[in-house]
């Protein structure tokens, strides 16, 4: 199982609220501008991998497109959500997972003075 907490203005709201599925993806060292980009910018206003230049594939559990140069990606089936104020969180059950052992995982560490943005693990 897995959750993932997501504002309910947000595109991806919509769509997790609409499939009652979901990918997770985490990235690695060279996505960091996909990374910001993805987290500032709404699908409902362009397409985000167009716009990156990440590759994509079909996920082989639920269907939907999993990040093929990514550390990790979880494919996830909707449980159940939980409303949290202006969030909800949504809990899957992860039915694949795909790791890629080469790869370091990359974490956005959030903006905070004298720090770096990402960090590998």
């Given at each position: 199982m897995i959750?993932?907490?997501?504002?309910k203005?947000?595109?991806?709201?919509d769509?997790?609220?609409?499939?009652k599925?979901?990918?997770?993806?985490a990235?690695?060292k060279?996505?960091?501008?996909?990374?910001?980009?993805?987290?500032?910018?709404?699908?409902?206003?362009?397409?985000?991998f167009k716009?990156?230049?990440?590759?994509?594939?079909k996920?082989?559990?639920v269907?939907?497109?999993?990040?093929?140069?990514?550390?990790?990606?979880?494919?996830?089936?909707l449980v159940?959500?939980v409303?949290?104020g202006?969030?909800?969180i949504?809990?899957?059950?992860?039915v694949?997972a795909?790791?890629?052992?080469?790869?370091?995982?990359l974490?956005?560490?959030?903006?905070?003075?004298?720090?770096?943005l990402f960090?590998?693990?």
């Amino acid at each position: 199982m897995i959750a993932v907490s997501v504002n309910k203005a947000n595109y991806t709201h919509d769509l997790i609220t609409g499939s009652k599925q979901f990918v997770i993806a985490a990235a690695n060292k060279g996505m960091e501008k996909a990374v910001l980009y993805f987290g500032n910018t709404s699908g409902r206003d362009v397409d985000k991998f167009k716009a990156t230049g990440l590759k994509t594939q079909k996920g082989e559990a639920v269907g939907l497109p999993i990040l093929s140069d990514a550390s990790i990606n979880f494919e996830c089936k909707l449980v159940n959500s939980v409303e949290t104020g202006d969030h909800t969180i949504f809990i899957g059950e992860v039915v694949a997972a795909w790791r890629d052992n080469n790869k370091k995982v990359l974490m956005y560490m959030g903006k905070q003075p004298g720090k770096r943005l990402f960090e590998e693990f």
